[in-house]
């Protein structure tokens, strides 16, 4: 089988929130650029410039998204609305049926 000279995808990893932030610290100083970041720590230049752009939110620094704690309620609000409209779907059903049963 020939190479074609595509990559093939990289394994999704996680990273702690100690370790991205130590990242975007050495990003911030200016030492280094955050692509020799990036190829230093064998990351995708994407991830670490998000780390940046979220890290910049969450201090003020910029406001063209949510920081992480709005990130974080909006996720439980979204889970609680979703269990909510199930319940009201149960109750619906619920409610045809004994309204047919009556009959």
Do not use: H
């Not at 050495?26 to 230093?40: M, P, S």
């Not at 979204?78 to 009201?88: G, H």
């Amino acid at each position: 089988m020939e190479n074609t000279g595509k990559k093939s995808p990289r394994q999704r990893r996680s990273f702690t929130p100690e370790f991205k932030a130590e990242i975007v610290d050495l990003c911030q100083r200016g030492d280094r650029t955050v692509g020799q970041v990036a190829r230093d720590f064998d990351l995708t230049e994407t991830a670490v410039r998000e780390w940046v752009k979220q890290a910049e939110r969450d201090s003020g620094k910029r406001s063209d998204g949510l920081t992480t704690a709005e990130r974080a309620e909006l996720s439980a609000l979204r889970r609680d609305n979703r269990r909510l409209q199930q319940d009201v779907d149960i109750l619906k059903r619920a409610t045809a049926f004994f309204a047919k049963e009556t009959r």
